[in-house]
């Protein structure tokens, strides 16, 4: 019996060990190798890395205006933030990032229905995980007081192991093999090629926006504020939408509101994105704004 209670103290110290080695390990990839995501790569961003603008939201902002083309019209440097699925959570979390570095000129953060969510993105977040030691990371997650965030924190890898195939081993061989995020190349912008499919050219998109302010933006509005970073909203093009945003008006400064701009299917490839086409277009009217503010 106590050779037994021995060995398995033994297999459990060994666990335990491998374990916290291997979250070191990982953690410093993401720190210090390829960025692997848009997270990975504001965190290796320093205050040397100036932008006149740095552009931040879901894929709404991902897929839909291209820095290179704002550059060529403006001469201003700007970089894509936008990430899949980001909620006001995400996005708070990048500006935050950004203000303590004091690197960025002007914030734009592309809003919409994703105001009704205070919570964090089921998505995006996790590639915030990696991160959750630095206190400005772990005080908005442990705000959502969910016990989970609680154990990926303190529990040795085990938020890789949870999120194997979004922050796990694939992630940490192409890092470490110096495969970063290939978006980079294109300041952040990935184009959508494809055109809308007819049949859903024929759909309208439905939205009701909560008339009450997301905590999540007033924190961001509280630190653009405290922090003399100006930030310009905006909703990017919405084909076929119904509903209506100028309720933003009420809660935003300096929001502009694009979402019926475009009627022609040609220049979406689905509901919610701009293809290429459309990018082009959009990207030259956020250059617009962005050359009069």
């Given at each position: 019996?106590?050779?037994?209670?021995?060995?398995?103290?033994?297999?459990?110290?060994?666990?335990?060990?491998?374990?916290?080695?291997?979250?070191?390990?990982?953690?410093?990839?993401?720190?210090?190798?390829?960025?692997?995501?848009?997270?990975?790569?504001?965190?290796?961003?320093?205050?040397?890395?100036?932008?006149?603008?740095?552009?931040?939201?879901?894929?709404?902002?991902?897929?839909?205006?291209?820095?290179?083309?704002?550059?060529?019209?403006?001469?201003?440097?700007?970089?894509?933030?936008?990430?899949?699925?980001?909620?006001?959570?995400?996005?708070?979390l990048f500006a935050e990032r950004l203000i303590n570095?004091?690197?960025?000129?002007?914030?734009?953060?592309?809003?919409?229905?994703?105001?009704?969510?205070?919570?964090?993105?089921?998505?995006?977040?996790?590639?915030?995980?990696?991160?959750?030691?630095?206190?400005?990371?772990?005080?908005?997650?442990?705000?959502?007081?969910?016990?989970?965030?609680?154990?990926?924190?303190?529990?040795?890898?085990?938020?890789?192991?949870?999120?194997?195939?979004?922050?796990?081993?694939?992630?940490?061989?192409?890092?470490?093999?110096?495969?970063?995020?290939?978006?980079?190349?294109?300041?952040?912008?990935?184009?959508?090629?494809?055109?809308?499919?007819?049949?859903?050219?024929?759909?309208?998109?439905?939205?009701?926006?909560?008339?009450?302010?997301?905590?999540?933006?007033?924190?961001?509005?509280?630190?653009?504020?405290?922090?003399?970073?100006?930030?310009?909203?905006?909703?990017?093009?919405?084909?076929?939408?119904?509903?209506?945003?100028?309720?933003?008006?009420?809660?935003?400064?300096?929001?502009?509101?694009?979402?019926?701009?475009?009627?022609?299917?040609?220049?979406?490839?689905?509901?919610?994105?701009?293809?290429?086409?459309?990018?082009?277009?959009?990207?030259?009217?956020?250059?617009?704004?962005?050359n009069q503010q």
């Amino acid at each position: 019996m106590k050779k037994l209670l021995l060995k398995t103290l033994f297999y459990l110290l060994v666990i335990a060990i491998t374990a916290f080695v291997f979250e070191k390990l990982f953690t410093y990839t993401h720190y210090h190798n390829a960025p692997r995501s848009s997270e990975d790569w504001v965190m290796s961003l320093d205050s040397t890395d100036t932008f006149d603008y740095v552009l931040l939201g879901s894929s709404r902002v991902l897929n839909n205006i291209d820095p290179k083309i704002i550059e060529e019209k403006t001469g201003k440097k700007g970089i894509n933030l936008g990430v899949y699925g980001g909620q006001a959570f995400d996005i708070k979390l990048f500006a935050e990032r950004l203000i303590n570095l004091k690197n960025t000129a002007h914030l734009y953060i592309q809003v919409d229905d994703s105001w009704n969510n205070d919570r964090e993105g089921k998505t995006s977040s996790f590639n915030w995980l990696p991160f959750i030691e630095e206190d400005f990371v772990w005080e908005q997650f442990n705000a959502l007081e969910n016990e989970q965030y609680w154990y990926y924190k303190h529990i040795p890898f085990y938020k890789y192991a949870s999120f194997d195939s979004e922050i796990g081993i694939r992630d940490f061989i192409k890092g470490i093999t110096n495969q970063k995020l290939k978006s980079i190349a294109d300041s952040g912008f990935i184009s959508l090629e494809e055109e809308i499919p007819s049949e859903e050219a024929s759909k309208t998109y439905p939205f009701k926006l909560k008339d009450t302010m997301n905590l999540q933006i007033n924190h961001i509005l509280r630190m653009c504020t405290e922090n003399n970073v100006p930030v310009t909203f905006f909703t990017a093009p919405i084909f076929n939408a119904e509903g209506d945003h100028s309720i933003l008006n009420k809660y935003l400064p300096n929001y502009h509101d694009f979402t019926n701009t475009y009627s022609n299917p040609d220049y979406f490839k689905d509901r919610r994105h701009l293809n290429a086409t459309g990018a082009f277009h959009f990207s030259e009217k956020i250059a617009d704004i962005i050359n009069q503010q």
